[in-house]
């Protein structure tokens, strides 16, 4: 069951209700999405918005657990601001799904450009989870609200993924022949093999030898390697090392 969460500091209430409108109808169809906001207000100055957000999501988890997605949603009057990417950036860190809509997109100046320079602002500055979905909305006339909804399903579906370990292992092993681990110091890395843990956020147990030389970079290649081949698309994915014990090491 996809549910849709949405800050909502500096959008007007009708785009909540508009989602809520249609939320009700899918529900009807068995197909049930709950809404809810953070309410971070944009007057707050910057430790106080992050504080703020902070608080709200700890009150969801605390409430629901870690199983609801966010969606921030922007003010199209306004573009992304820098505390915008920053409370983006503390959803990503609690494994959430996240999507952006940007609201008012019907009184929108130079949409297109206004489109392209948020894209570029999110992918750089939120390197951990590129590609998020982004969509533009309009609470007034009701442009893109069934797009979004369709997207947090989507998202949630993605973020829901369970790989069966034979197609993981069949994955990781064209992974490792494609690029191989490095051997720091002449020693190699072995690596061999990778089991989901859990979802929500996708989270995997690598095995292996001498995991604690394993590059930042090499975990990279592989976490972009599970969402491009695996269906996991721009969600956060976490990756646990983990090497056999040995059983001649001091406890």
Do not use: C
């Not at 700890?58 to 966010?70: E, M």
């Not at 951990?128 to 979905?133: A, T």
């Not at 007034?140 to 790989?163: C, H, N, P």
Request: aromatic share 6%; net charge positive; hydrophobic share 40%.
């Amino acid at each position: 069951m996809p549910q849709l969460a949405a800050r909502t500091g500096r959008a007007k209430p009708s785009a909540i209700m508009q989602v809520a409108e249609k939320a009700k109808r899918l529900k009807a169809e068995g197909r049930d999405i709950i809404s809810f906001s953070i309410g971070v207000p944009n007057f707050l100055p910057g430790p106080h918005v992050y504080a703020a957000a902070r608080e709200a999501l700890a009150h969801d988890s605390g409430q629901y657990g870690s199983n609801r997605g966010s969606d921030a949603l922007l003010d199209a009057t306004r573009g992304l601001e820098h505390q915008d990417l920053k409370i983006a950036s503390m959803v990503l860190e609690e494994g959430r799904a996240l999507m952006i809509a940007i609201n008012k997109w019907d009184v929108a100046e130079g949409a297109s450009s206004l489109f392209q320079g948020i894209r570029g602002a999110l992918d750089d500055g939120l390197a951990q989870v590129r590609g998020l979905p982004l969509l533009a909305v309009s609470a007034r006339t009701g442009k893109g609200l069934d797009e979004m909804i369709q997207a947090a399903f989507d998202l949630r579906e993605a973020w829901s993924r369970r790989v069966p370990t034979s197609a993981l292992n069949r994955w990781f092993d064209d992974a490792l022949e494609a690029n191989p681990p490095p051997a720091p110091g002449g020693k190699r890395i072995k690596l061999r093999y990778i089991t989901q843990a859990k979802t929500r956020p996708p989270g995997f147990v690598l095995f292996g030898t001498r995991l604690d030389s394993l590059p930042e970079s090499y975990k990279r290649y592989l976490i972009n390697g599970i969402r491009r081949e695996l269906g996991f698309a721009s969600v956060p994915i976490r990756i646990t090392l983990r090497s056999p014990k040995n059983p001649f090491k001091p406890t």
